[in-house]
């Protein structure tokens, strides 16, 4: 790992134009003890962040194969998979397209229309325990999770958006 992770806050986010960020990750060792102390700091983080659903290692400065990610009672999610951490993902399969407006923690000024899949499963190894889970997520949840796995490939959802008409300034509610 590229730094000493204690706790994280607020301040700690790489936002653009931050190069981690478009980094593509490597592995990581899942049953190495920095990894699980850096999966609970990112959900710590992600709990912390109002409308927050996941976080990417590299939006830590880390360049490691790591999200954390929870949809559990968002309004647009169907599936719910509860607290998912996961090392190393890789996307088993991938179906259907749909166009919906992300954001991102790294990009806090803008959001975009990004196409994803409706459906996907996503494989990954749970840090500390070793053990593989399965994630077979649609709507919103695997929007959520295509948004992470593309952190851990050095993509933004500005990557995906398609033309500049897409692009949104993000509303702020006070």
Do not use: W
């Amino acid at each position: 790992m590229t730094r000493e992770i204690g706790g994280l806050g607020d301040a700690d986010i790489c936002r653009l134009p931050d190069p981690v960020l478009s980094r593509p990750c490597a592995e990581v060792d899942p049953t190495d003890t920095g990894v699980f102390v850096l999966a609970e700091a990112m959900v710590k983080l992600m709990r912390e962040q109002p409308h927050c659903v996941g976080v990417a290692a590299p939006q830590v400065g880390q360049s490691v194969r790591l999200f954390v990610l929870d949809v559990t009672g968002h309004r647009k999610a169907r599936s719910q998979h509860g607290l998912v951490v996961l090392c190393n993902p890789v996307v088993v399969e991938r179906s259907g397209e749909e166009m919906a407006r992300e954001g991102c923690l790294s990009v806090p000024d803008l959001t975009g229309d990004v196409p994803r899949a409706t459906q996907i499963v996503v494989s990954g190894v749970e840090p500390g325990t070793g053990r593989t889970r399965v994630i077979e997520a649609d709507a919103f949840e695997a929007r959520a999770l295509q948004h992470e796995l593309d952190h851990l490939h050095g993509l933004l959802f500005l990557d995906r958006v398609r033309s500049p008409s897409g692009l949104h300034q993000r509303k702020t509610y006070g």
